[in-house]
């Protein structure tokens, strides 16, 4: 089961690295990011493209630039993107609770479905 995680982010460039570092982490390994930029004037961009290349996440990592048009609308343009099972929203200044948050999260969801 692959989980699909939207964050929308506007001109969070000193935080956004550690958010991505806590989805890195994670135990749980099938997953896409997907970074809908609500019009950052920062360095977010030069960050997450960075973080991409460095991390070599190319493949997991979607960023999709927009003017800005706020948060709940960069939400629903980010779900045009996704392709997992499930999704999961984190916000560029927030962080999972823990390194297994992902595999705990999958795991409650196969035992509602069984």
Do not use: C, R
């Amino acid at each position: 089961m692959k989980v699909s995680i939207l964050m929308p982010t506007y001109n969070d460039a000193k935080s956004i690295k550690e958010t991505l570092d806590s989805i890195k982490i994670q135990t749980y390994k099938n997953w896409e990011l997907i970074i809908i930029d609500d019009g950052s004037t920062d360095d977010t961009k030069k960050i997450i493209k960075d973080y991409k290349k460095n991390n070599d996440k190319e493949n997991k990592i979607i960023y999709i630039y927009q003017e800005n048009s706020d948060q709940l609308n960069a939400i629903l343009n980010g779900i045009n993107y996704i392709t997992g099972d499930y999704v999961s929203i984190l916000h560029s200044d927030d962080l999972y609770p823990s390194n297994d948050y992902l595999e705990k999260a999958i795991n409650e969801f196969k035992s509602v479905k069984e």
